[in-house]
């Protein structure tokens, strides 16, 4: 005997869909990823890389990088992996670690809302302000 449908929850506004590629098209700056949708408590970051960035680790947050455009390596003390296009890797939390990109790049982020993108680290050129948009 199968138990009767709930009824549908009250209606919600429809979300319009996201494009990735117009959302990074906007973007002009390295290293400071702007939120493109948020779930769950995650946020959705879109950002471009160029260069170095520093090293540091997130103590509570583990975080997805899925490439995007051109390819970075996420470099980890022993090792790194490089990311191209439809390719993702999950920096697990409090592992050490920074992204490199010879030439530009560009990455979607998954992480919690709110984390810091340099992590345990205070950069004043590459600490991004949290919660910015595009
Ligand atoms: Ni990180």
Redesign the pocket.
Known sequence: MSEPRAAPAAPVSAPAKVDVAAKLALIVEHWRPKVIAELNGQEVKLAKFAGD?VW???EHAD?LFLGVAGSFRVEFRDRSETIGPGQLIV?PRGVE???VADQEAAAL?F?PAA?R???DVVDARLTAPNGARV
Request: proline content about 0%; glycine content about 6%.
């Open positions: 960035f540091h680790r997130h975080e920096v670690h920074r992204t982020i992480e984390t993108n340099t992590g």
